[in-house]
């Protein structure tokens, strides 16, 4: 693997973060032609700035120095140190997800701002996970796209969590919840999502940041900008408008 200069991950962290050369300099008390010269190969930093560096971007020292991270000799008793503040259900799936060699958990997703589209990781369940047993949920720390397969198993119910897209190749029998797009076929519970929802029919409520197109809708449907449906047995409220319109206002 090729190992990358620190020049570059600087630079490439100073980009992700969306930050200016000024604004790094700020960080670390130098000018803004040192931090110039750093990602241009023309000098380095100091070892003393490479903890305050590693800590700013969050990432390890070995990471700000190659590119690289020793991720697989992480332990068990590592990542449920670093799990540690979480809480758990022991009827949830959760999915974690690293970046640049740390565990990122709930709270960072929670609290973190919109991430690059690099890190939004699609994510494909088999047909064995029809298999699994009744009132599972599955939780995605962090930007997913999900795609399931039609569940067939009448009385599995499996409810999704993600925070990005959920995509459905199938009918959902339970619950789904997305930081940004829903766009499934059925989904037999409740929708939030904070973006667009595109269904065919859902059972339950339907909340959405902002549109919703759907065919029928059970319950009530809520969206910042407007609906378009052909049928909702619940109350509705949208932001601009409602097509068609519906009696139940």
């Not at 032609?33 to 070995?62: H, M, R």
């Not at 759907?214 to 601009?240: E, F, L, M, Q, R």
Request: aromatic share 6%; hydrophobic share 35%.
């Amino acid at each position: 693997m090729k190992e990358i200069k620190i020049s570059e991950m600087i630079k490439r962290l100073r980009t992700d973060k969306e930050i200016s050369q000024e604004t790094l300099a700020d960080v670390c008390g130098v000018s803004m032609q040192a931090v110039s010269k750093w990602e241009n190969g023309l000098s380095c930093p100091d070892i003393t700035f490479l903890p305050l560096l590693a800590e700013y971007f969050d990432v390890s020292i070995d990471y700000l120095l190659t590119g690289q991270d020793s991720i697989a000799k992480e332990t068990d008793a590592d990542i449920a140190s670093a799990m540690s503040g979480q809480a758990f259900k022991e009827d949830t799936l959760y999915i974690v997800q690293y970046r640049n060699g740390k565990l990122l958990d709930k709270t960072l997703w929670e609290t973190a701002q919109p991430h690059n589209k690099e890190t939004i990781i699609p994510i494909r369940f088999d047909e064995a996970f029809s298999q699994l047993q009744s009132g599972l949920h599955v939780e995605i720390w962090g930007s997913a796209d999900i795609e399931i397969p039609d569940i067939k198993t009448p009385n599995v119910t499996i409810n999704l969590s993600a925070g990005a897209n959920v995509s459905c190749g199938g009918d959902i029998k339970g619950s789904v919840s997305a930081g940004a797009s829903v766009d499934c076929d059925t989904i037999k519970g409740n929708v939030s999502a904070g973006n667009s929802v595109n269904c065919d029919t859902v059972k339950g409520d339907v909340s959405a940041g902002c549109s919703i197109s759907c065919s029928s809708i059970a319950g009530d449907a809520s969206a910042g900008t407007y609906i378009s449906c052909d049928n909702i047995n619940g109350t509705v409220k949208a932001g601009t408008h409602i097509t068609p319109q519906s009696s139940h206002l």
